[in-house]
């Protein structure tokens, strides 16, 4: 019988390969940083199969986001002083693509006077779920770029990406006509 390649048992001990082959420790934070933006990457996955075939164009930049987040990840899984041939992780063109789409959501959505809760409808719930995540991600990049180079560019991402994700959750219940459910101090 022929073994799978899907596993290695070269983790076995708790560590793994970065890109170029340098082993380190499964708890070390640069693991956890692209750790979290796997994560988001499958969440915005989950969110685009709800999209299609409904809503073609956030279907479209939510798989262009996934591209943009492997990226990331594989910048993230090599030591700067690495020789491997991998994306710089994102560009300051990607950013302002961003930033783009959030205006554009945001100016399909009422104004917002109050903090929301998460939730409506499934897709929004999804999108609120990948935008805590994308902060967790986020949170744990800042802390690897404390005392390692990570590309300033890659923060200045994620920290718009959970805006994008923020107005795609309103999006999503806004035109559902969900009704937001806004937060009041005493339930």
């Not at 076995?12 to 693991?31: C, F």
């Not at 809503?55 to 020789?83: C, K, N, V, W, Y």
């Not at 710089?88 to 809760?117: K, S």
């Amino acid at each position: 019988m022929k073994k799978s390649v899907l596993y290695t048992a070269t983790g076995d001990k708790g560590t793994t390969s970065l890109v170029g082959g340098h082993r380190i420790s499964k708890a070390d934070k640069r693991i956890q940083a692209y750790g979290d933006v796997d994560e988001l990457n499958s969440y915005i996955g989950l969110i685009a199969a709800l999209m299609a075939p409904a809503d073609t164009m956030i279907h479209d930049e939510l798989i262009a986001l996934q591209h943009r987040l492997f990226d990331i990840g594989a910048a993230l899984a090599t030591l700067p002083d690495s020789q491997a041939d991998i994306p710089a992780g994102v560009t300051q063109r990607q950013i302002e693509i961003l930033e783009r789409a959030i205006d554009r959501i945001d100016g399909n959505l009422p104004p917002l006077h109050n903090f929301i809760l998460p939730g409506g409808t499934v897709a929004s719930s999804h999108a609120q779920i990948a935008r805590a995540v994308c902060r967790r991600a986020e949170r744990n990049i800042a802390f690897l770029a404390i005392d390692q180079p990570v590309s300033p560019l890659i923060l200045v991402f994620v920290n718009r990406l959970s805006d994008y994700l923020f107005a795609l959750a309103r999006y999503l219940n806004v035109t559902a006509s969900h009704p937001e459910i806004t937060w009041s101090k005493n339930g």
